[in-house]
C-alpha cells in the first residue's frame, strides 16, 4: 500500500468520513493525492463509496465581466433613464442588452427609437434578478439552497453563454469494508504499485505486482500554458512573409519629426491628417532639422511646386508620433538614394525592405478607438518597376499569411499611380481594406522614374488578424491583455 | 476623405441615363471611390482627397459620362473674351486675404435640387478643398441685384444685413455673435483685427468674406443670372476653383463670362480656363503600368478619364480638363491611363530577384528572449505606449522625471506622455485580471521612451511581473538569473534602492559594471495602487546592450 492509501486510511478508520476537505487536511495532503488514494483504496476493496450528483455552475468570462459592469440591459435602460436612444447608434453590447430588455418588458421600440416602458422607468437604475444572481454567483458565495430556488434565472443566464453548468459525480460517503477494518496500519507491501519513486525503479520492486489503475475521467485542473501575444505571433508571421520574399528588416523613430512623417512625403503642410486634432504633437523635444541644406530644398522646391503654397521648416521641424511607418521607408529611401547617386555600384537593385512598428492617432480611446497600434510598411527601390510587379509582390505576402486580395485606385499625397488594396473576409461578408499602396512620385525620390522607381505600401497588421481569426470581432480586441483572454485563446 | 450624399434622379438627369445601384457602385470603385450607402432616392460616395471636382452630382456625372461612354466633353472654353464685369481689388486685402476670382452665369435655370446640390456643394469644397475656408471660400449671388462697380477691399467696421436676416449688423457684432461669424472668424481675425475683407457695390456691402453674405444679393430659385466670388489665401487655388465652378455652370447650360479681377499690379480676367498639355512618351506609359496598352488603346482610355489626346511621334499629349485641381505633371496623368485600363485587369508581373531576406538584429533577439520568458512560465503582453504620470510615476512611488516626452492637445487625460518604463503597464494589464489563478507571471517587451541631450531616446526592455502568494524576493531573482544565464549575460548583482519596491529586497542588474536593470519585490503600497491584493515581484532590463549594433 502507497503511504497515501495509508494516511486516508487511518484518517478514515479514526474520524470517519465528512468532506473531501476535511479528509485532506486531516492527511495533510492535497485535494489530488487524496482522491487517488481513495481511488486506491476503493480498488483493493477496502472502502465502499457512494456517490451523488452535484451541479457545478462556473462564471463564464463575460459573465464575470457583466458581474462587474452589469448586464447589458440593465446598462441600456440606465442610459435610456438619462436620454433616448436611436437603434441605429446602439454599439453591440447595447444591442444584446436591447434584446433583454425587450424580453423582460422594459423597453419598447418606436420609430428606430429605444423607449423605457413604464416597468422600465421603474427598474431603471436598479439590478435586475439575473444581474443579483449573477453577481452572487461570481462572487462564489451561493448556497446550493438557493441554486435551486433561482433554478429559472439560472437556466436562464446559462443559455446566454454567461455561466456554465455542469454536472459531476460527487462522493456521498465512504463506508471501511472489512478488508479495510482489518488493514494493517502499516504498508505491509500488499499487490500494487502505487506512486513510482526513484527506489521502486532502481530496486525492480515492482516486478510480480499490478500497477495501480488511474481513472481516465478524473477531473483534473487544466493548465494554462504561457504564451506569446497573439499580436506578437502574427507580427511574427507577417514578417516571415516578407522575409520569404526576400525583403530586409529596418526600422526607424516612433517620435519622429514632421519633416519625415509628411513633408519629405510630398503631404502639404496645409493637410487634415498634419492637424493636432489628429496627430500627437510631441510638446518637450525640439529640434532643428538635421537634414542637409540640399535636400530641404529640394523638398521646398517641389512643395512648391505642387502644393503652389510656401513651405515653412519650423512646420517642418515639428516633432510628434508618427502617423505611419512610412517615415521609416522616407528615411531609408533617402540613404540609398543618396549613396545610390555617389556610387551606383553601392547596391545590386531592386533593393527590397520593410519595416513594423508602432503607429499613433490623437483618439479619444474607447473599446473600439486605438490610439497606438501596428502597421507595416514596405519598399522596393528598383529599375523599371511597374505597377504591375506591385500587384504581384503584395498578392504573393498576402498570399503566405492565407488572404487573397484586390485592388482598385485611391489617392495617396505620396504615390501615383496609389492603390487600395483588400481581402474578402467570409466572416463579415463583405471586401475588407487592409491599406494603401503605389509607386511612389518622383517628388519625394527626388530621382526621375526613366533611371528608379519605387514601389511602396503601408498597411495595418491587425486587420489580418480579424479577418482571419473567428473570435475576433474587433481590432482593439487584439490589443486585449487580459491574461484569461490569454490563457483561453486556441491556435488560429 | 469626404462623403457626399447625391440625389440619384438628380445625378441621373444630369447623365442622361438611369444607372442601377450595382452598376453605379462598380463604376465609381473602378475610379476609386466607394459607395458607402444607397437608399431609393440617394446615394452616398466616398471621394478621395485628390478629386474635389467630384463633390457633387454635376462633377460626378461629367466624369461618369465619359467613364460609361454615355457621352464625351473634353475641354470648356469661353469664346467670348470681354469680360462681362470687374472686381477692383484694394491693396488692403493683400494682408488679410488677398486673391479674388469671379465667374458670371447667365440663363441659369435654378430648380430646388440643383440650388440644394449647389449649396452642398460650396460647404463641401470649401471644408475640403478650402480648409475650412482659409483657404478657400466662395459666396454666390445674384446677379441683377449688384449695382457695379464691385470692389474687393478690407474697411473699418460696417454695416449690412446679413443673409437671413432683417435688419442690419456691424461686422463685429457678426464676429461676435452670429453662428457663422463665431466658427470663420479666426480666419481673419489672425491676421488684422482693425479691418474687414468685405465685397461691395454701389449699394454697399455684398458680402462679408469669407464668413457671410448679404440677404440683398442673395441667390433665389428666381434668379437667372449668377455671380459667384472666390476668394483665398492661394492665387493658384482661387483660379482652378474657379475652372471647376465654370466648368460646372457649363454643364448646367448656363453661358458663363469671364469677370477681370483688377489687382494693384495686373489685370486677370477670370475663369482662366488656360490650355495645358502634357506629353508623354507611350513606351514610358507602358513601362510604369507594366501593359503593353498599345497605341490607340491609350487615346481611348484618355478619352474615357476626361482627356482630350492625341499622338505626335511616339508620344500621346493630352490637353489636361480645366476642372481637375489635382494634375500636377505626367505621374498624375499615367494614374488616370491606370484606371482606365482597370486596375482588374493589370496582370500581377514578378520582379526577378534572388537575395535573402533578413530580420532586423533587434527582432531575432527579441524572439529569442521571448521565448524564454515563455519557457520560463511568463505569458507574452503588449501595452500601449501611450501613458500618463499617475500610471507612470505616482502609482509606482517614483517621482515625476522630467525627462519623459509629453504630448499636447492629448483627447483623453489619460494620454498625456510616453512610458518610460514597462512595469506600470504590466500591473496595469494585471489589475483587471484579478480573477484569474495564480501564479500570474507575464511579461512584455517593447519600447519605452525618455529625453537625453534634448533628443528622444527608444530603447527596447524586458519587464516580468510575478502575481503569487509565493512570490518573494528569490523566486523572482532564480527567474531573473535563469533569463540572464541563457541569454548569454554575465551579470552581477548588488543590493538597490528603487521606491517601488520594498527596501532590501531589491536589486540592481549590471553587465560589466554598467547597471542595465533592477529586480525585486514590489512594495506593498504599489500593488495596493494597482488594485493588486496578492504578493508581487518584477524586474526589468534595458535591452539595448543585448544588440551589437544599433
Known amino acids: ?492 | 476623405m469626404p462623403v457626399i450624399q447625391i440625389d440619384k434622379k438628380y445625378l441621373y438627369g444630369l447623365v442622361g441615363a438611369s444607372i442601377d445601384d450595382k452598376k453605379l457602385a462598380d463604376q465609381l470603385s473602378k475610379l476609386g471611390f466607394e459607395v458607402e450607402s444607397a437608399d431609393k432616392d440617394h446615394v452616398s460616395v466616398e471621394i478621395t482627397a485628390n478629386r474635389l471636382d467630384l463633390l457633387d452630382a454635376v462633377g460626378l456625372a461629367r466624369t461618369l459620362k465619359n467613364f460609361m461612354h454615355v457621352s464625351k466633353r473634353f475641354h470648356y472654353e469661353i469664346e467670348d473674351a470681354k469680360p462681362a464685369i470687374e472686381i477692383e481689388v484694394d491693396r488692403s486685402v493683400r494682408k488679410v486675404r488677398p486673391y479674388i476670382s469671379s465667374l458670371v452665369a447667365y440663363n441659369l435655370d435654378i430648380s430646388d435640387e440643383s440650388l440644394t446640390n449647389m449649396i452642398n456643394f460650396t460647404e463641401k469644397f470649401c471644408e475640403t478643398y478650402g480648409r475650412d475656408r482659409r483657404k478657400i471660400a466662395m459666396g454666390f449671388h445674384d446677379l441683377d441685384r449688384i449695382k457695379p462697380p464691385i470692389r474687393y477691399a478690407s474697411s473699418s467696421d460696417s454695416s449690412f444685413i446679413p443673409l437671413g436676416g432683417s435688419k442690419e449688423y456691424l461686422f463685429s457684432d457678426i464676429l461676435k455673435n452670429h453662428e457663422k461669424g463665431m466658427r470663420y472668424g479666426s480666419i481673419i481675425r489672425d491676421a488684422d483685427m482693425c479691418y474687414y475683407p468685405a465685397l461691395s457695390d454701389a449699394e454697399g456691402v455684398m458680402a462679408f468674406i469669407p464668413i457671410l453674405n448679404s440677404e440683398r444679393t442673395k441667390v433665389t430659385t428666381n434668379t437667372r443670372n449668377l455671380f459667384v466670388d472666390i476668394t483665398g489665401t492661394s492665387e493658384f487655388a482661387v483660379n482652378k476653383t474657379c475652372d471647376l465652378l465654370a466648368a460646372s455652370f457649363m454643364d448646367l447650360g448656363a453661358d458663363v463670362k469671364k469677370v477681370r479681377i483688377k489687382y494693384q499690379s495686373k489685370n486677370i480676367d477670370t475663369p482662366l480656363l488656360e490650355k495645358r498639355y502634357i506629353s508623354i512618351p507611350i513606351e514610358r506609359m507602358e513601362r510604369e503600368i507594366g501593359v503593353a496598352i498599345g497605341f490607340n488603346n491609350i487615346i481611348s482610355l484618355a478619352n474615357k478619364m476626361g482627356y482630350e489626346a492625341g499622338a505626335v511621334g511616339k508620344k500621346i499629349t493630352f490637353r489636361l480638363p480645366e476642372y481637375r485641381l489635382d494634375i500636377i505633371d505626367d505621374q498624375d496623368v499615367i494614374e488616370d491611363i491606370a484606371i482606365g485600363y482597370g486596375y482588374e485587369y493589370i496582370n500581377p508581373t514578378p520582379i526577378y530577384y534572388f537575395q535573402p531576406g533578413r530580420l532586423d538584429e533587434s527582432t531575432v533577439k527579441n524572439l529569442q528572449l521571448s521565448d524564454i520568458m515563455v519557457g520560463l512560465g511568463f505569458c507574452e503582453l503588449v501595452n500601449s505606449y501611450l501613458t500618463n504620470e499617475n500610471d507612470n510615476f505616482s502609482k509606482a512611488l517614483i517621482p515625476e522625471a522630467q525627462n519623459a516626452i509629453r504630448m499636447k492637445g492629448s483627447k483623453t487625460e489619460y494620454i498625456t506622455m510616453l512610458r518610460t518604463w514597462l512595469i506600470p503597464s504590466l500591473l496595469k494589464d494585471l489589475s483587471a485580471s484579478l480573477n484569474e489563478k495564480t501564479p500570474q507571471n507575464v511579461f512584455e517587451i517593447d519600447m519605452a521612451f525618455r529625453i537625453k541631450d534634448g533628443a528622444a531616446v527608444e530603447s527596447y526592455k524586458l519587464a516580468g511581473v510575478s502575481i503569487d502568494p509565493r512570490a518573494n524576493f528569490n523566486s523572482m531573482k532564480s527567474v531573473v538569473e535563469g533569463l540572464l544565464f541563457a541569454a548569454g549575460i554575465k551579470y552581477e548583482l548588488s543590493e538597490y534602492s528603487h521606491n517601488s519596491f520594498i527596501e532590501g529586497r531589491c536589486a540592481s542588474i549590471a553587465e560589466k559594471g554598467k547597471t542595465i536593470g533592477f529586480l525585486g519585490e514590489l512594495h506593498p503600497k504599489v500593488l495596493k495602487n494597482f488594485g493588486i491584493e496578492e504578493p508581487g515581484t518584477g524586474f526589468e532590463i534595458d535591452l539595448e546592450s543585448f544588440y551589437s549594433k544599433r
Open chain 1, 1 to 492: 500500500m502507497h503511504k497515501y492509501e495509508i494516511a486516508v486510511l487511518n484518517a478514515l478508520k479514526e474520524h470517519g468520513w465528512s468532506t473531501e476537505a476535511k479528509l485532506a487536511s486531516l492527511c495533510k495532503l492535497g485535494a489530488a493525492e487524496v482522491s487517488w488514494a481513495l481511488e486506491g483504496l476503493k480498488t483493493k476493496g477496502m472502502i465502499q463509496i457512494e456517490y451523488e450528483k452535484v451541479a457545478s455552475i462556473k462564471v463564464n468570462p463575460e459573465g464575470a465581466e457583466y458581474a462587474d459592469k452589469g448586464l447589458p440591459e440593465e446598462r441600456l435602460i440606465a442610459t435610456l433613464a438619462k436620454r433616448p436612444l436611436r437603434v441605429s447608434e446602439l454599439d453591440e453590447s447595447e444591442k444584446i442588452g436591447l434584446q433583454w430588455a425587450k424580453k423582460l418588458g422594459l423597453v419598447s421600440i418606436s420609430g428606430g427609437s429605444v423607449l423605457l416602458t413604464t416597468q422600465g422607468k421603474e427598474k431603471a437604475g436598479t439590478e435586475l434578478k439575473a444581474g443579483t444572481v449573477l453577481k452572487k454567483l461570481a462572487s462564489g458565495n451561493y448556497a446550493k439552497e438557493t441554486a435551486a430556488r433561482e433554478k429559472e434565472t439560472i437556466s436562464d443566464l446559462s443559455r446566454r453563454g454567461l455561466i456554465e453548468l455542469s454536472e459531476r459525480n460527487a462522493i456521498k460517503s465512504i463506508r471501511l469494508t472489512a478488508a479495510g477494518e482489518a488493514q494493517q496500519s502499516e504498508d505491509s507491501g500488499g499487490e500494487y504499485v502505487g506512486a513510482i519513486d526513484r527506489s521502486i525503479i532502481a530496486t525492480g520492486s515492482w516486478e510480480g505486482k499490478k500497477f495501480k489503475r488511474y481513472d481516465v475521467n478524473v477531473n483534473v485542473e487544466r493548465r494554462a500554458p504561457a504564451m506569446r501575444h497573439p499580436l506578437k505571433i502574427a507580427i511574427s508571421s507577417i514578417k516571415d512573409a516578407y522575409l520569404s520574399m526576400g525583403f530586409k528588416e529596418v526600422s526607424g523613430p516612433a517620435v519622429e519629426s514632421s519633416f519625415w512623417v509628411f513633408d519629405s512625403l510630398f503631404v502639404p503642410q496645409d493637410h487634415p491628417a498634419r492637424d493636432a486634432q489628429d496627430t500627437f504633437y510631441v510638446s518637450n523635444v525640439k529640434q532643428d532639422l538635421q537634414e542637409s541644406e540640399e535636400y530641404i530644398r529640394r523638398v521646398k522646391k517641389a512643395h512648391g511646386k505642387g502644393w503652389h503654397s510656401k513651405w515653412n521648416a519650423d512646420t517642418a521641424s515639428q516633432m510628434l508620433l508618427r502617423t505611419h511607418t512610412t517615415s521609416v521607408s522616407s528615411r531609408y529611401l533617402y540613404k540609398i538614394v543618396s549613396e545610390l547617386s555617389k556610387n551606383p555600384d553601392k547596391y545590386e537593385l531592386p533593393i527590397k525592405l520593410f519595416s513594423v512598428g508602432r503607429v499613433f492617432r490623437n483618439e479619444a480611446i474607447d473599446y473600439r478607438h486605438l490610439a497606438d497600434f501596428y502597421q507595416s510598411d514596405g519598399l522596393i527601390i528598383g529599375k523599371n518597376l511597374t505597377l504591375s510587379n506591385l500587384f504581384d509582390e503584395l498578392t504573393k505576402i498576402y498570399d503566405f499569411v492565407g488572404l487573397k486580395i484586390r485592388f482598385k485606385p485611391s489617392y495617396f499625397p505620396f504615390v501615383e499611380p496609389g492603390v487600395e488594396f483588400s481581402a474578402y473576409s467570409d466572416k463579415h461578408k463583405e471586401w475588407i481594406e487592409l491599406g494603401g499602396a503605389g509607386m511612389l512620385r518622383e517628388e519625394i525620390t527626388g530621382v526621375n522614374r526613366k533611371k528608379l522607381s519605387v514601389l511602396a505600401w503601408g498597411p495595418g497588421i491587425d486587420r489580418i488578424l480579424l479577418i482571419k481569426d473567428p473570435s475576433i470581432s474587433s481590432v482593439s480586441e487584439l490589443y486585449n491583455n487580459e491574461l484569461g483572454w490569454i490563457r483561453s485563446r486556441r491556435l488560429v
